[in-house]
């Protein structure tokens, strides 16, 4: 579903990403761990298109709407994949070049990168952010736009699941948001838009304990499908006590030096960082 | 009226010259004269666009007790300016939002004077400055305290927003203070787009030209939130941002 091969990035002219690859199929969970400095924060923003993170080598590709096995089976071919650009919307089993799209046709195309610092807006209220993000997704997607009432339908119902109070999204973009509820509000955000694809980036950080289980459990009742994927940035291993990860990275130095199963992830819990990835 | 003003002249500083040679001094003779009765309340809305370019000139005289709401937005590809001055007497306010709004070369500015003549008067003044290209946008805002007027309370706010490099921005806020229980605020900010906010919303699918108009939107409403008529304000709001389809 996502195909990052060989990718090296610079911010500034400092190399960060050095020959990164990894491949997410859909219905997987990928939690990629590393030290503070490996390019983890750097792979997310290159993923989400940030001006000023620039990809010197390698690509990625991205499946929006991977074709179930079965149903490859049964056409009696499978689709040839060719990257295409430029478009919102993409062919079941096609594949996308996402680093020639600009940041919001990667977002229509249904990637979602979840900010580890979440940026406050003020003047534009959770509602009007959301509702004009979603209708600019189904516009690019060829799809009608939601009225005013299905969308506050569709966000009460969200954030009722991520525990949010629906005042919450009536006031300006994360404006006085506690580092917790900027988090809660991401994930939020991510229910409402429903994206096939999502990076997020230490979203666990900043969170208390409770939250941190309502938030992994949105996470998995959002994006745990057999047609989406993730990539989970994280620090720690207790997250993924509530969003079990398929596989897990470690990132060092802008390269992943070691793959493995959850296992990993204790083991780096216990171990540390230098013990394992050396 | 008899003289030129030149741009030596205070109030004209910031003036585009050659626009004034061309406008004065036929239209600096013009003054729209409105009385408020005292305890009177009256709110006028104008939008200075391409059918009303040039030079605007009001008067406003509040009686006791009575409150003047004014809301303008300048959106005239041409040099266009609002000037107001108001003479409030005991306990009565002057309400003023303003936005300047465009690119090209042209400048937009609103000049107000507000005479403090009487005890309790309140005044308060929010403008906003969105420019590219050139453009400039000005905001000259003088306070007059008379001798006596206690309890004054007078407030100015601006902020600009430049999208270009190249596009300017000007604030002076000036001060004539003749009496000793006073509060008289005045705060300027110039700046450019946030870019991360932009940013933040590409991240979630909103276009850019879409996003920067959300952007605009909530950095001007702060001039038209004191306008109750929700419908007038959203009036106002538009025909400001239908002056950013032209921006780069």
Same mark, same amino acid.
């Given at each position: 579903?996502?195909?990052?091969?060989?990718?090296?990035?610079?911010?500034?002219?400092?190399?960060?990403?050095?020959?990164?690859?990894?491949?997410?199929?859909?219905?997987?969970?990928?939690?990629?761990?590393?030290?503070?400095?490996?390019?983890?924060?750097?792979?997310?923003?290159?993923?989400?298109?940030?001006?000023?993170?620039?990809?010197?080598?390698?690509?990625?590709?991205?499946?929006?709407?991977?074709?179930?096995?079965?149903?490859?089976?049964?056409?009696?071919?499978?689709?040839?994949?060719?990257?295409?650009?430029?478009?919102?919307?993409?062919?079941?089993?096609?594949?996308?070049?996402?680093?020639?799209?600009?940041?919001?046709?990667?977002?229509?195309?249904?990637?979602?990168?979840?900010?580890?610092?979440?940026?406050?807006?003020?003047?534009?209220?959770?509602?009007?952010?959301?509702?004009?993000?979603?209708?600019?997704?189904?516009?690019?997607?060829?799809?009608?736009?939601?009225?005013?009432?299905?969308?506050?339908?569709?966000?009460?119902?969200?954030?009722?699941?991520?525990?949010?109070?629906?005042?919450?999204?009536?006031?300006?973009?994360?404006?006085?948001?506690?580092?917790?509820?900027?988090?809660?509000?991401?994930?939020?955000?991510?229910?409402?838009?429903?994206?096939?694809?999502?990076?997020?980036?230490?979203?666990?950080?900043?969170?208390?304990?409770?939250?941190?289980?309502?938030?992994?459990?949105?996470?998995?009742?959002?994006?745990?499908?057999?047609?989406?994927?993730?990539?989970?940035?994280?620090?720690?291993?207790?997250?993924?006590?509530?969003?079990?990860?398929?596989?897990?990275?470690?990132?060092?130095?802008?390269?992943?030096?070691?793959?493995?199963?959850?296992?990993?992830?204790?083991?780096?819990?216990?171990?540390?960082?230098?013990?394992?990835?050396? | 009226?008899?003289?030129?003003?030149?741009?030596?002249?205070?109030?004209?500083?910031?003036?585009?010259?050659?626009?004034?040679?061309?406008?004065?001094?036929?239209?600096?003779?013009?003054?729209?004269?409105?009385?408020?009765?005292?305890?009177?309340?009256?709110?006028?809305?104008?939008?200075?666009?391409?059918?009303?370019?040039?030079?605007?000139?009001?008067?406003?005289?509040?009686?006791?007790?009575?409150?003047?709401?004014?809301?303008?937005?300048?959106?005239?590809?041409?040099?266009?300016?609002?000037?107001?001055?108001?003479?409030?007497?005991?306990?009565?306010?002057?309400?003023?939002?303003?936005?300047?709004?465009?690119?090209?070369?042209?400048?937009?500015?609103?000049?107000?004077?507000?005479?403090?003549?009487?005890?309790?008067?309140?005044?308060?003044?929010?403008?906003?400055?969105?420019?590219?290209?050139?453009?400039?946008?000005?905001?000259?805002?003088?306070?007059?305290?008379?001798?006596?007027?206690?309890?004054?309370?007078?407030?100015?706010?601006?902020?600009?927003? =430049? *999208?270009? @490099?190249?596009?300017? /921005?000007? $604030?002076?806020?000036? %001060? !004539?203070?003749?009496?000793?229980?006073? &509060?008289?605020?005045?705060?300027?900010?110039?700046?450019?787009?946030?870019?991360?906010?932009?940013?933040?919303?590409?991240?979630?699918?909103?276009?850019?030209?879409?996003?920067?108009? =959300? *952007?605009? @939107?909530?950095?001007? /409403?702060? $001039?038209?939130?004191? %306008? !109750?008529?929700?419908?007038?304000?959203? &009036?106002?709001?538009?025909?400001?941002?239908?002056?950013?389809?032209?921006?780069?």
């Amino acid at each position: 579903m996502l195909e990052i091969t060989n990718l090296h990035a610079t911010v500034g002219r400092a190399p960060i990403l050095n020959g990164l690859s990894l491949a997410v199929n859909a219905g997987e969970v990928h939690a990629i761990m590393g030290p503070n400095g490996a390019g983890k924060s750097t792979l997310a923003y290159v993923l989400g298109g940030r001006p000023g993170y620039e990809v010197t080598s390698g690509t990625v590709t991205f499946t929006p709407n991977p074709a179930h096995a079965e149903l490859v089976e049964a056409s009696g071919a499978a689709p040839a994949p060719r990257p295409s650009t430029g478009s919102g919307r993409a062919e079941v089993g096609e594949a996308v070049d996402l680093l020639s799209l600009d940041p919001h046709e990667r977002a229509a195309l249904g990637l979602f990168l979840g900010f580890q610092y979440p940026v406050e807006i003020p003047g534009v209220s959770n509602v009007q952010f959301l509702r004009e993000a979603l209708n600019a997704q189904r516009k690019a997607r060829g799809a009608e736009p939601l009225s005013g009432g299905d969308f506050l339908k569709l966000a009460r119902e969200k954030a009722g699941l991520l525990r949010m109070d629906m005042e919450m999204l009536k006031r300006p973009v994360n404006v006085g948001f506690s580092g917790g509820e900027k988090k809660r509000a991401e994930m939020v955000q991510m229910g409402i838009l429903d994206p096939a694809f999502a990076v997020l980036d230490e979203t666990d950080s900043g969170l208390d304990i409770d939250a941190l289980r309502i938030v992994g459990e949105g996470i998995n009742a959002i994006m745990r499908n057999p047609d989406k994927g993730v990539l989970l940035i994280t620090h720690y291993q207790r997250l993924l006590d509530y969003v079990r990860p398929d596989f897990v990275h470690v990132l060092s130095k802008g390269r992943i030096v070691k793959s493995g199963g959850p296992e990993l992830a204790v083991q780096l819990e216990s171990e540390g960082y230098e013990a394992v990835a050396a | 009226m008899t003289y030129l003003p030149t741009t030596r002249d205070e109030e004209w500083r910031y003036a585009d010259p050659v626009a004034l040679a061309e406008l004065a001094p036929a239209s600096l003779d013009v003054w729209k004269e409105i009385t408020l009765a005292p305890g009177e309340t009256r709110a006028k809305c104008l939008i200075l666009d391409d059918d009303y370019p040039g030079i605007h000139r009001v008067r406003l005289t509040v009686g006791e007790g009575g409150r003047a709401e004014l809301f303008a937005a300048i959106s005239a590809s041409s040099y266009t300016r609002l000037d107001v001055e108001v003479r409030l007497a005991k306990g009565a306010h002057f309400e003023f939002g303003g936005v300047t709004i465009g690119g090209g070369a042209a400048t937009r500015e609103f000049v107000t004077r507000t005479v403090h003549a009487e005890p309790e008067a309140t005044s308060h003044q929010v403008v906003r400055a969105v420019h590219w290209g050139t453009a400039t946008g000005n905001f000259l805002g003088r306070i007059d305290v008379a001798r006596g007027s206690q309890g004054t309370d007078a407030a100015q706010d601006f902020k600009g927003l =430049l *999208l270009e @490099r190249g596009a300017s /921005a000007n $604030a002076k806020p000036e %001060l !004539e203070i003749f009496a000793d229980d006073v &509060k008289c605020a005045h705060g300027a900010a110039i700046g450019q787009m946030d870019e991360m906010a932009r940013y933040y919303m590409a991240a979630r699918g909103i276009p850019p030209e879409v996003a920067r108009k =959300l *952007l605009v @939107r909530a950095f001007i /409403a702060d $001039a038209f939130v004191a %306008l !109750e008529d929700e419908d007038e304000q959203e &009036k106002l709001l538009n025909a400001a941002l239908d002056a950013l389809g032209d921006a780069a």
